[in-house]
C-alpha cells in the first residue's frame, strides 16, 4: 500500500513508522497534510502569479525592474521580493542579440602573413601595431569602428569611425596613428 509521505508525493513507507523516526505523532502528520496554505503562502501565490504573466506579456524580455514595476502597480511588494522569486522560480530576460556577420573566408583576396605568431611581448614602443575593426549596433544601423592599438603600453593611438566598412576606414585610423 502505498502512502502519502509528502505533500502531493507517495511512499512506500507507513504513515506510522515514518511518523515514528521523525518523533511526530500521527495527527499532527495529518493536520500538516490537510493544512490550508497560510496567508503568506497564498500571498506569494498571486505575486508569483502576476510576476510570470507580467514576464509572459513582454515576451520573456522584462528584466527585473520592469517586472517589480508591473508587479508594484498591482500588490505593493520590494523588489528584493520580486527578485527572490524570479530567481528561485528561474524567470530570466532573454536579451535579444543582434548579429552581423563579421568574417567572409570564402574569397580569393591574398591573405596576410601573421607575423606576430602569439608572440605579443613587446620591448619599445611603436615597434608593434594591431588593428581591430568592431561592429557597434545605433538606431540607424551598423557603424564601423577602427581601432591601431600600440601592444607596448596597451593602450589605443588610433582610430576612425565611418558608417560603411571599406579600406578607407582602416586607412584613416592608420594614418591617425601615425
Not at 608593434?128 to 561592429?135: E, K, L, N, Q
Amino acid at each position: 500500500m502505498i502512502y502519502p509521505f509528502i505533500k502531493g508525493h507517495s511512499s512506500e513507507l507507513p504513515v506510522e513508522k515514518m511518523c515514528q523516526s521523525l518523533n511526530v505523532s500521527r495527527s499532527s502528520y495529518y493536520a500538516w497534510l490537510n493544512r490550508l496554505p497560510s496567508k503568506r503562502e497564498q500571498e506569494d501565490a498571486k505575486l508569483l502569479e502576476l510576476i510570470k504573466k507580467s514576464h509572459q506579456e513582454s515576451g520573456g524580455i522584462y528584466g527585473l525592474d520592469k517586472v517589480h514595476r508591473d508587479v508594484k502597480e498591482a500588490r505593493p511588494c520590494s523588489r528584493k521580493r520580486v527578485y527572490r522569486f524570479t530567481n528561485a522560480n528561474n524567470i530570466h530576460s532573454k536579451r535579444p542579440r543582434k548579429f552581423k556577420a563579421t568574417t567572409n573566408s570564402k574569397h580569393n583576396l591574398p591573405v596576410a602573413e601573421n607575423l606576430l605568431n602569439q608572440n605579443f611581448k613587446v620591448d619599445k614602443p611603436n615597434a608593434v601595431w594591431v588593428c581591430d575593426i568592431s561592429y557597434i549596433g545605433t538606431e540607424d544601423g551598423w557603424d564601423y569602428l577602427a581601432t591601431v592599438k600600440d601592444l607596448f603600453h596597451k593602450q589605443i593611438v588610433g582610430w576612425a569611425v565611418a558608417s560603411t566598412m571599406t579600406r578607407d576606414l582602416a586607412i584613416q585610423a592608420l594614418t591617425n596613428a601615425i
